[in-house]
Every structure is written in structure tokens, then in C-alpha cells.
């Protein structure tokens, strides 16, 4: 039986209209990757200069007080001015300063004086005595201030932002050197430019760039064909009803189709979490082989443990943006806290944290709430106390009964929070870890207020931190 072109052709464009999307869903998606791959290796490598600029400063504060102290009182006091053109004024000032740069990572270290910006010592002589080498760094340096500046060899545009083609980076730091009490009221007595090769380490960020596209092009594209099946399937199920049903039944059908495709997109996303589980199980049967050598083993290891954490991340995502409705149910509090401690307990042993809870007293504080639930709020509530302190100290636990409400208090001895990151402990994504999602407390507020009860925070930085969590008594 032969189907009449009228019916078919609108369906078969609204079906074309549908594999653009899919291919330009595809496109879109790779392109998001890769940006995502870019914000992350830019952010990993402000990092990294942050990282060095502040071991610079380090350095060059040790640096100022060893200059000072050792060879700019003693050289003014025996030959009354301080010239580095004479040798033994030369050997003396490169003997500190290659002693004081000796266990660090420093390419070059200059001493600009504060006339003519030349350089007045070097580690590579053949630098002594330019000038004009200091740049805005330099300039900004003798008004006392810090600065850096990261250098490429082959640097360009394109190289820098697509594909990183410099083949060597340099961060160089301008220090003011500065005259130290008594004797402040000098001032600034030159600058120095201390250079640091982050070559390796930015090979080591782009190799993570590329590991992020890659791992994600290949979740977009299993994404893709998933799109691909759906549309071929609904376009089947659509030729065969387009002889049967009326123009209006098919922008029904249509727009039933894509809300199903908008399913399937969410459904797929929660897979994500198989390739991970796969890539750990995978790693730890490549760790138990006693042929493989240590350092397989030990790359295998950085596997289990960085898919672990993925996996963490995920599902703290999942947690946050679709949190569970409570299952009310009569819950025993104190016990939900004492099966968190238990739970936590070779931890707590292992970082010598020590819990006093002498006020549960073995009460059960029964409320109406959903255990699996108000487990997970305290043990993350638990588990960042244990994280601020890395050198052990004490968590005390206390419950008070207040106006229809048991009131729970859980104070630490960590090192506690800054004020300005206190009003954002419970932003989602806000973290002060180098680790983690940001998503912990998010979704313990969640929770707790989900349960009608409150959550709120008192620290005081270098002291400790009380999380109080209040919820309403069972009536």
C-alpha cells in the first residue's frame, strides 16, 4: 500500500528538524567540554601561580632579611658604600644568596638597583649590568609592592588559549627589597625578580586538560547515540501512524516525543556513574597483578582513588538537586548520632579525635524523621569536624530540649572558619578545600529543612566551630 507524499513529507521534515537537534545537541555539548576543560586548566593554573607566587614571597622575605642582616650593614660599616663591581663585594653578596636560594626551585634570582634599573647582581653573571629588563614589575616593585608576571617561549593567542604550544613557562616575582628595623626608615633599597620554571607543571595541567575533554567526549557521544536511537525509534513509530492520524494528533505525538527524548537525556546522565564504577573496578584488578611493577600499582591506586571521588561528586550532585522527601517515621536522634560515631570511629582513632557525647546518656530524643536521611546530614556535619582537625582535638556533642524542639549542638576544636566565609558556608559549590564538591552543607540544609527543623553555624577562627541543628520534638 502506498503512502501519499502529503501526509508523510510534514512528518518527515519534523523528524529532520529533530536529527539537527540531535547532531547539533552533539556539537554543543562537545563545545561546552571543551570549554569546560579550558575554565578548568585556567583555574588550575591561577592556582598554580598562587601557589608560587607566595613560595616567591617566602623566599624573598628569607631573602631581604639574609641580604640585609649579612651583607648590606657589614658591607656599608666596612667599606662605607656598597658596590658590587668589586669581586670580594660580588662573592660575598652571590655566597648569600645561593646559600639562602640553595633547597629551593629557583631558575635566577636579580637585584635591580633603584636608579637606573640595572641589574646590580645575577645568578647568571651575563645579566650584570643590564638594564631596562624589569619591565612594570619592576616600577611596581619600588612603590613596595609584589608582583608576577608568567612567561612564555613561543608564546601566542592561539597557543595560549586553544592548544598551549608555549614550549617553556616562567613566573617571574618583583619583591622590594626593603631595609629592616632599626633601620626602616631607609626604605627600599632595590628589587629583586625571582624566576621559577613551571614548565613541567604546566605539562602536567594540560595533560589533565586533555584527560577532562576526552573522558567527557566520550560520555557526549554515548549521549549522542542515545539521542540517535530514540529519534530513529520515534520515527518509526511515526511513519507508521501518519496514515492514520490527523495533523493536529501528530503535534501531539510530536511533542510527546520530545518530552520523552527530554527523559531520556535526564536518565542517561545518572549513568555516568557506571563508567566510573567500571574504570574503579578495572584499576583495582590491574593493582592486584603481581607482575604489574610499583609504579603501576601506584598510578592504578591514584585511579581507585580519584574515581571514588568522582563518584562522591556525582552523587553529591544528584543529592542536591533532587533531595529526597522525608520518610516521617518515629526516630530515636540520639541514637542516629551514636550510630554516626560508631561508624566514624576508626577515623576518629586514626586522626585522635576524641568525642565526648556524655550528654545522650542512652536517651533516644525520639522525633519524627527519616533516619536514612538525618544519618547522612550529621556523618557529613561529623566528617567536616574531623577535617578541620588535622592534628586531632575534641568533638563535644550535647542535646537540649527548647520550646518543642530538641536542639542539637556539635562543637569542634578545628581551626574554625573565617568571618567572611561563614555567611557562605552553605552556598552551594562554596568550598575552602582543595578537595570535594561544596555540596555538603548545601545538603544538609536541605535535609534538616525538609524535616522543619533549622540549621545554622557559630566559629571564630584558630578556635573551633559549633554546628547547632534544631528539630521539632515528636508531639
Not at 555516568?272 to 584499576?283: D, E, M, Q, V, Y
Not at 524523621?369 to 568533638?395: C, R, T, W, Y
Not at 569542634?412 to 561563614?422: A, K, P, V
Amino acid at each position: 500500500m502506498e503512502q501519499n507524499p502529503k501526509t508523510i513529507q510534514p512528518e518527515t521534515k519534523r523528524f529532520r528538524l529533530v536529527k539537527f537537534f540531535a547532531y547539533t545537541s552533539f556539537v554543543i555539548l562537545t563545545v561546552s567540554t571543551f570549554a569546560l576543560s579550558m575554565v578548568i586548566s585556567q583555574r588550575a593554573t591561577k592556582v598554580l601561580m598562587n601557589t608560587y607566587e607566595n613560595h616567591a614571597l617566602l623566599l624573598a622575605n628569607n631573602l631581604n632579611h639574609q641580604v640585609f642582616h649579612y651583607f648590606t650593614i657589614p658591607v656599608r660599616y666596612r667599606y662605607g658604600a656598597i658596590s658590587l663591581r668589586q669581586k670580594e663585594q660580588f662573592d660575598l653578596m652571590d655566597k648569600i644568596v645561593r646559600t639562602t636560594i640553595h633547597s629551593f626551585n629557583i631558575e635566577n634570582v636579580n637585584i635591580y638597583d633603584t636608579e637606573k634599573g640595572q641589574i646590580a647582581y645575577s645568578t647568571n653573571r651575563d645579566l650584570v649590568g643590564l638594564t631596562g629588563r624589569g619591565g612594570m614589575g619592576y616600577k611596581i616593585a619600588l612603590k613596595g609592592k609584589y608582583s608576577s608576571r608568567l612567561i612564555s617561549r613561543e608564546d601566542s593567542i592561539f597557543g595560549t588559549w586553544l592548544l598551549d604550544l608555549a614550549k617553556e613557562k616562567k613566573l617571574k616575582t618583583f619583591i622590594p627589597f626593603k631595609a629592616e628595623p632599626p633601620y626602616s626608615y631607609i626604605g627600599i633599597l632595590g628589587v629583586f625578580e625571582v624566576t621559577q620554571d613551571l614548565t613541567e607543571e604546566y605539562e602536567s595541567i594540560l595533560g589533565f586538560r586533555y584527560l577532562i575533554f576526552g573522558v567527557s567526549l566520550v560520555v557526549m557521544f554515548l549521549i549522542f547515540l542515545a539521542l540517535l536511537l530514540v529519534v530513529r525509534k520515534a520515527e518509526r513509530t511515526l511513519a507508521r501512524r501518519a496514515r492514520e492520524q490527523k495533523l493536529l494528533e501528530d503535534q501531539l505525538n510530536q511533542a510527546e516525543r520530545l518530552a520523552v527524548l527530554g527523559e531520556m537525556v535526564a536518565g542517561v546522565s545518572h549513568e555516568i556513574k557506571n563508567p566510573l564504577g567500571i574504570i574503579r573496578s578495572t584499576a583495582e584488578l590491574l593493582a592486584e597483578k603481581s607482575e604489574h611493577s610499583q609504579a603501576q600499582k601506584k598510578l592504578s591506586n591514584i585511579i581507585i582513588e580519584e574515581s571514588g571521588r568522582l563518584n562522591d561528586i556525582v552523587t553529591d550532585f544528584l543529592d542536591f538537586a533532587r533531595p529526597q522527601v522525608p520518610n516521617l517515621q518515629d526516630c530515636p536522634l540520639g541514637e542516629v548520632i551514636e550510630r554516626n560515631v560508631t561508624f566514624l570511629r576508626p577515623e576518629l582513632d586514626k586522626k585522635g579525635v576524641i568525642v565526648n557525647d556524655g550528654n545522650l546518656n542512652g536517651r533516644p530524643y525520639t522525633i519524627e524523621a527519616d533516619p536514612g536521611l538525618l544519618h547522612q546530614a550529621f556523618l557529613n556535619i561529623f566528617i567536616n569536624a574531623i577535617q578541620a582537625m588535622e592534628d586531632g582535638g575534641n568533638i563535644t556533642i550535647n542535646i537540649e530540649e527548647e520550646k518543642g524542639n530538641y536542639r542539637v549542638e556539635i562543637q569542634d576544636t578545628g581551626i574554625g572558619i573565617r568571618d567572611e566565609n561563614l555567611k557562605k558556608i552553605f552556598s552551594p559549590f562554596f568550598t575552602t578545600k582543595d578537595e570535594g564538591s561544596g555540596l555538603g552543607l548545601s545538603i544538609v540544609k536541605n535535609i534538616i529543612e525538609g524535616h522543619k527543623g533549622k540549621v545554622w553555624i557559630e566559629s571564630k577562627e584558630g578556635v573551633g566551630t559549633k554546628v547547632f541543628v534544631s528539630l521539632p520534638r515528636k508531639q
